[in-house]
């Protein structure tokens, strides 16, 4: 002890340091001095004839005597870092320090230091045994579980629980029997307050992720009996229309275990305590927003069940085609802001002011962006007037095609080629419409100067008739309206079909092939520069 009264390093850190340092390097020593003994014993048995037979047994506790050695070295560090950093904390100089500490030891505390040391030894021996019980125990169970349910697709998720809950009572073992050695060991009680806090950090943490693992186990073996049960009672439909809520339920009770998780970890830390408040709005908040996505399955499944089989006309189902999607993204809006007036209620906010000022906002914004306005009351106007419907054939403009969607904004037209339109409804003006009650498909043929215009007239009335008889878009025989022009090489002969709406086009392709193919058997002449004109 000598030298250490002589120790003087000039700078009181620079001693602290250095006390530190040798302690950590006698320990170092001690550990690597128990290490060598460990080794040569387990050498000398495993060489000894005699000691043959018990060799596996012999291995088993040599490794287990390194393994309480490894835990009784880190234990003994963290003391010695522990205790000498709060020394050094209250400003005790550690030279001075250790050296009471030497001089007030009782003649009996190595004795006691002995005996806690033993207790802890036999705490370490203890917990590797129970750990190794209870891990059998555990696959036992986990087996009969999956076995149980005759499920075999939640067989990972539960195999994955058992491994995780084996996991989590080796650590708190551990951390027990840590905090039992620091109690056994006299150490500070600060060191044994931060034991306590870890081990409920972990546990809160551990039982918040094996929760998490229940909840997916749970949600898997609901889906599967579900599954069997919508196939047993015919409802199979019902169960493919909602089973893409099963994902998002189940992330919707991971996320409220996470918070739940986290708020109760800020609880046991003072310094940051205070943030737990906010747990319970965001739990609320996750719940509420799971909520608002199954009222909208569930609103847009009534509003197809009730749309089904009412429709009795093309006209009525295009009606319908037209309005539902509309009356969905309503009420989708609708619920979203009933949830996002329940949110800020939960997080304590009065929603009237926000929303009384949003509404201000609006009207600013809305006097100036007038041809917003403009395009939504045009397309109001649209659907509840039944001007349009999705599925006409329209023309606007240079735009041509089918009426695909209409929204309160924009209405989308897919054209002849395949391209899609986005018109904005305010500048729907002039809107030409093939869909409404009939259509005429209008073909214009020229003929020769010399032909025989009776017989000319009785080939097309021919064509007419059997365009009638194998299209069923067509509703009239074609009409031959006259000779249309006589002006240049051919007389034009003017002919209207009625069709169903939106098929002229297509009737128009067909009446022309009969009328070439016709013309031809009948040697009728249509002149080579001009055959064929649409009025």
């Known amino acids: 002890m000598a030298w250490l009264k002589n120790l003087d ?35 000398r048995a495993q060489t000894a004839p005699s000691l043959a037979r018990f060799e596996n047994r012999i291995t088993g506790f040599c490794t287990l005597f390194r393994f309480i050695v490894r835990m009784v070295f880190l234990l003994a560090l963290l003391a010695v870092i522990g205790i000498n950093g709060y020394q050094w904390y209250l400003g005790n100089d550690l030279k001075t320090w250790t050296l009471d500490w030497l001089n007030r030891i009782p003649p009996g505390f190595w004795k006691g230091l002995g005996i806690a040391l033993a207790k802890v030894i036999g705490l370490m021996i203890a917990a590797r045994y129970f750990i190794r019980f209870n891990d059998r125990t555990l696959q036992v169970v986990a087996q009969k579980a999956m076995d149980a349910d005759q499920i075999k697709g939640n067989d990972e998720s539960i195999a994955f629980f058992f491994k995780r809950l084996n996991s989590i009572q080796k650590v708190v073992v551990w951390l027990l029997v840590f905090y039992a050695a620091s109690l056994l060991f006299g150490l500070p009680p600060i060191i044994g307050h931060a034991l306590i806090v870890a081990l409920k950090v972990y546990l809160i943490i551990a039982i918040g992720l094996l929760l998490v693992n229940v909840m997916s186990v749970i949600v898997d073996t609901l889906d599967g009996i579900s599954k069997r049960y919508a196939e047993a009672t015919g409802q199979l439909h019902f169960y493919d229309r909602l089973k893409h809520l099963v994902p998002l339920f189940r992330r919707t009770l991971e996320y409220i275990i996470y918070v739940i998780a986290a708020t109760l970890v800020l609880k046991q830390l003072e310094f940051i ?54 009356f ?14 329940l949110i800020l209620r939960g997080f304590g906010f009065d929603p009237i002011p926000l929303l009384a000022g949003a509404g201000i906002l609006g009207m600013v914004i809305g006097l100036g962006a007038q041809s917003l ?11 509840f007037e039944n001007t349009l419907r999705v599925g006409d054939y329209i023309e606007v403009g240079e735009t041509v095609g089918t009426v695909e969607s209409i929204g309160l904004r924009t209405t989308k037209v897919r054209g002849r080629d395949g391209q899609l339109f986005i018109l904005r409804n305010g ?15 209008v073909v214009t043929v020229g003929v020769d100067h010399e032909s025989d215009l009776n017989r000319v007239y009785e080939v097309l009335n021919e064509v007419g008739a059997m365009l009638k008889q194998n299209n069923p878009n067509v509703i009239e025989p074609m009409k031959i309206e006259g000779i249309e022009d006589f002006n240049g090489p051919e007389l034009l002969i003017r002919t209207v079909t009625k069709v169903k709406p939106g098929a002229h086009e297509e009737v128009q392709r067909e009446l022309r092939m009969l009328i070439k ?19």
Do not use: C
């Open 373 to 383: 306005i403009n395009d939504l009351v045009s397309g109001f106007f649209i659907i």
């Open 427 to 441: 500048e729907l003006n002039d809107v030409v419409t093939y869909s409404r009650g009939f259509a005429h498909a």
């Open 328 to 341: 969905k993204s309503i009420l989708a809006w609708v619920v979203y802001f009933i949830v996002f007036v």
């Open 273 to 326: 305590s205070h943030l737990a408040e906010y747990g319970p709005g965001v739990i609320q908040a996750i719940g509420l927003f799971f909520i608002a996505r199954v009222a909208i399955e569930v609103i847009n499944l009534l509003i197809d069940r009730m749309a089904a089989g009412e429709a009795d006309s093309e006209e009525a189902r295009q009606r319908q085609a037209t309005l539902i999607p509309l």
């Open 9 to 43: 390093l000039g700078s009181t850190h620079l001693q602290n340091i250095a006390i530190i340092g040798i302690e950590i390097i006698a320990l170092a020593i001690l550990y690597f001095i128990l290490s060598l003994g460990i080794r040569f014993i387990q050498k």
């Open 517 to 535: 193919e016709a013309f031809d058997r009948e040697g009728i002449v249509i002149p080579f520069d001009k055959r064929y004109q649409l009025a």
